[in-house]
């Protein structure tokens, strides 16, 4: 994202001095992510990027309003986080679709329940199983799914809630590395059509270059952000290229000293 396109965004999520302890079962505190500030411009695809365990899902957690922070603030368009609002779309790792549901059920799931009126739901629903490529399959279960398809219908099922924020838990990790790399390019497909302010967790730099208009490298546990890169390459990304090789290497050398 140019500079002087950024200046023009506005902040959609921040993140202000944030810090997360967990009490342990000895009764001791454990600390996953300290003194972490960081922001997210509108329709920003921002990349976090760091080891395992080192605090990237609890951050996320902490975005969605599942958990609350310990001290420090977070804001999504002004308005501080207490809870889990539909403002804020979540795509976990674990494929987390109803079994008994089709998938367009799982897909208007959540406009059933917020008490849209069915033609308005399915026409909606409909609208974002085309997008993720699934028609024909809007009749078909989970169980009939292969892996990536099941993913595709959580980033539906998210997208049809018409979030202003979309948050992706190593959405891919699962998922065979041909399944990931299809995913890849489908979910910058989609980002590109339905533009959203995206925060996408991951622990795979392939992933993070392919992806990101911004990348946060964050520390080992307790997470805090050791730096930043802002990604100027044109999509779709070359993933040989020599400055996406370079950019690899550089990035790869700063978390390996990520503490």
Request: charged share 25%; with cysteine; proline share 6%.
């Amino acid at each position: 994202m140019p500079v002087e396109q950024e200046r023009t965004l506005k902040t959609v999520i921040e993140c202000d001095k944030v810090s997360k302890v967990f009490k342990t079962p000895e009764g001791g505190d454990f600390e996953v992510i300290k003194n972490l500030s960081m922001k997210a411009m509108e329709n920003e695809f921002l990349v976090l990027f760091g080891p395992g365990q080192c605090g990237k899902t609890t951050l996320i957690n902490l975005i969605a309003g599942f958990e609350p922070v310990t001290s420090g603030n977070i804001s999504v368009e002004g308005n501080a986080v207490t809870k889990p609002d539909p403002s804020r779309g979540v795509v976990f790792q674990s494929i987390a679709l109803f079994p008994w549901m089709t998938t367009m059920g799982n897909v208007e799931y959540g406009l059933k329940i917020a008490g849209v009126p069915k033609e308005e739901r399915r026409r909606r629903a409909q609208k974002y199983i085309d997008l993720v490529g699934l028609q024909g399959f809007e009749k078909s279960f989970p169980v009939q799914l292969s892996g990536g398809m099941k993913q595709r219908v959580g980033i539906a099922r998210a997208y049809c809630n018409e979030p202003k924020v979309m948050l992706m838990d190593e959405p891919f990790g699962a998922l065979d590395a041909q399944t990931r790399y299809m995913m890849q390019e489908e979910l910058q497909r989609i980002w590109e059509a339905e533009k959203r302010t995206v925060i996408f967790v991951t622990n795979n730099i392939e992933e993070a270059l392919y992806l990101a208009d911004r990348i946060l490298v964050l520390t080992n546990c307790p997470a805090s952000v050791k730096k930043e890169y802002r990604i100027d390459l044109p999509r779709p990304r070359n993933l040989v290229s020599p400055d996406f090789l370079r950019l690899r290497k550089e990035i790869t050398a700063v978390l390996g000293s990520s503490q």
